[in-house]
Nanobody
Framework: QVQMAESGGASVQAGESLRLSCTAS????????MAWFRQAPGNGREGVSC????????NYADSVEGRFTISRDNDKNTLWLQMDNLQPEDTAMYYC?????????????????WGQGTQVTVSS
């Protein structure tokens, strides 16, 4: 059974940083493309960042390019999202996902496995 668990969400002020983590079990972690998504109240889910199995390829939504950094450690079955210069519009539930396709600029599809999410709230 695949299990994925996010952590690291918090309430912060604009301009501050957070680092989200996602640990996965029940799958061969380094076989899979991984991604972060987010969903704000009243909005649809949007792709934030995506990383290939090796970490050699990464992609970001335009709205976070230059502020967020995705990374992974396949030995630890862990995915991270470093979020710097957070803004109120980054407020959302953040989800990690495994086994999908990385498109351009946040267009990530066909992810099969999902975590329960971690809440990020940014106040001005």
């Amino acid at each position: 059974q695949v299990q994925m668990a996010e952590s690291g969400g918090a309430s912060v002020q604009a301009g501050e940083s957070l680092r989200l983590s996602c640990t996965a079990s029940g799958l061969t972690f380094d076989d899979h493309t991984m991604a972060w998504f987010r969903q704000a109240p009243g909005n649809g889910r949007e792709g934030v960042s995506c990383i290939s199995w090796s970490g050699a390829y990464t992609n970001y939504a335009d709205s976070v390019e230059g502020r967020f950094t995705i990374s992974r450690d396949n030995d630890k079955n862990t995915l991270w999202l470093q979020m710097d210069n957070l803004q109120p519009e980054d407020t959302a539930m953040y989800y990690c996902a495994a086994d999908g396709r990385c498109g351009d600029s946040g267009h990530y599809t066909d992810f099969d496995y999902w975590g329960q999410g971690t809440q990020v709230t940014v106040s001005s």
